[in-house]
Each structure stands twice: as C-alpha cells, then as structure tokens.
C-alpha cells in the first residue's frame, strides 16, 4: 500500500454501508517474514515436505496473516488513521496458500455515536471462495477531536 492509498474518516463522516477493500498476493517470502515476526514457525507454513503429511497436503499461509489485512483496510482506508480497535472476531472458513491473492473488505455496519464506536462486517475472499469472515468494534475520533 502507497501512503497515497490513505484515507481518513471521522466518525461524523461514516454511513452504515460504506465498504473499503484492499487487495494483496500472500507470497512464500511474506508467510516467511510473517513467521520470523510472529515467532510462529509451524512447518505447515514453511516446510513443503511436512505440509504434505497434513490435512490440507500443501503450506498454508497463516490465518493470522490473512486476517492482518482487514486491519489494512480499516486502518488505512476505513475509517484510517486514528482510529483504535476494540475488538476483532475471525471465523476462518478456507485455506489460504502462498500466491493465493486475497481480497480484504469492512463494510460498516452499525454506528454508535455515543461512544464512537463503529462496527464492521469483515471478511477475506480468494478468486473462488470467502476464506474470512467476522467483525470488527472500532473506537473512531471525532472531527473535534482534531482541533
């Protein structure tokens, strides 16, 4: 993502409906980065030898790193910068695999102006099939806020 690809909603500024997507291709080299970062090192992820006596006979990408990019969306283009999560529920529903490209989008779903709290249907798709799906509670900062 380019900073040009960044926007930013204040809470006054959301509808329930709007949507935000972001799109990425999960390579070997990320799930790698992802594993060194996270100090998650399964083998399901980056042994091909080991994958292969699975469930699935192929590495996965993590479940975790799939779902990092509803964060991009929502952090970094709805709403964007400022606001804060609460909290995020993942239903994971199919596997994701090094060179799958997957498409991230939060659409909002109800608004409470009393807390500013903005809820988001989420969700992860493939080229054939909703890996992700879930919702995510933001706190998000009032136009005054930044005065």
Partial sequence: MKSEDIQRYYFEELEVGMSASYRKTLSQDDVNVFAELSGDINPAHLDEDFARTTRLKTPVVHGALTASLISAVLGCRLPGPGCLYVRQEVNFR????????????????????????????????????TVIDGSALLWVPSREDSE
């Fill in 94 to 129: 199919a596997p994701v695999r090094p060179g799958d490209t997957v498409t991230a989008r939060a659409t909002v779903s109800r608004l409470d102006p009393k807390r500013r709290f903005a809820e988001f249907d989420t969700r992860c798709e493939t080229h054939d099939s």
